[in-house]
């Protein structure tokens, strides 16, 4: 059985896995902001995009799996989270997506097949549905594409309180500014409450591979959301991870590793 840290607790005490070392890792200067990315592995491009509040190091159980499969990962931190820098304008998805195809300008990647974990899965989806011809794919983990999606909240959870501590240190860490996560996270709540905002005649016209990934007990997103959206985009597939939530990749990663891989096979076959 594939249990790794279903609680959480090496996580907020230890963060991810480290990350293997990059073959490269740099800036691209992009619309006000400066975007970090690495890269690992050789063979077809896959870029991970982590979840708000996260950074990069989060993929740090899925990065060796991806190079031994024979795939070149490619990682970014979303705009100001992790090693990336901001300007003053409100997060928005399209920013963080159009980031994304400048890092993908930057190292010749014509198309790429995406991960995404809730926000990041966001972009992702956003970039197939606005630019299609650069996404090979998109394995669309824990996120919701219109409000509705969301679950309503209302008592404290320490498996989600253990992932905050965690983002709030690696925050203080990245930033070297201690005292602005909580900023920090208003900004990128204030993007997760009103945004994204997409109807199901545009979901309807995605025509990459998708697969819809959920958890049975994710914090965060409803099951008849995920369904929805599996029924709406052409030809997605709905995989549904038992016994673990919104954190699957750090609590069971060779469950999570096993499906991604298995997806972006079928991507690239």
Partial sequence: MDTYDDDLRKFEAEGAAALPGANEQGYVEHDGAHIWYSTYGSGPPVIMLHGGLGHSGN???????????????VLIDSRGHGRSTRDARPF??????????????ELHLDQTAFVGWSDGACTALILAMNAPA???????FACNMDPSGVKNMV???P???????????????????????????EAVGLMQRTQPNSSAQELAEIRVPVAIVHSEHDEFIKREHA???????PGAELIVFPGVSHFAPLQRPGKFN???????KRVHA
């Fill in 155 to 157: 008592e404290p959870n």
């Fill in 134 to 140: 650069r996404v090979a794919g998109v394995f669309f």
């Fill in 92 to 105: 928005t998805y399209e920013l963080m997506a159009s980031d994304v195809l400048a890092v993908m300008d």
């Fill in 59 to 73: 993929w740090g159980y899925q990065i060796p799996a991806l190079v031994n499969a024979g795939y070149r990962a």
């Fill in 227 to 233: 369904e929805y959206l599996a029924r709406s985009i």
């Fill in 258 to 264: 096993n499906s991604m891989v298995a997806f972006l």
């Fill in 159 to 185: 498996i989600v309180n253990r992932c905050f501590r965690r983002h709030a240190e690696d925050c203080a860490r990245l930033f070297g500014t201690p005292d602005q996560f909580e900023a920090f996270a």
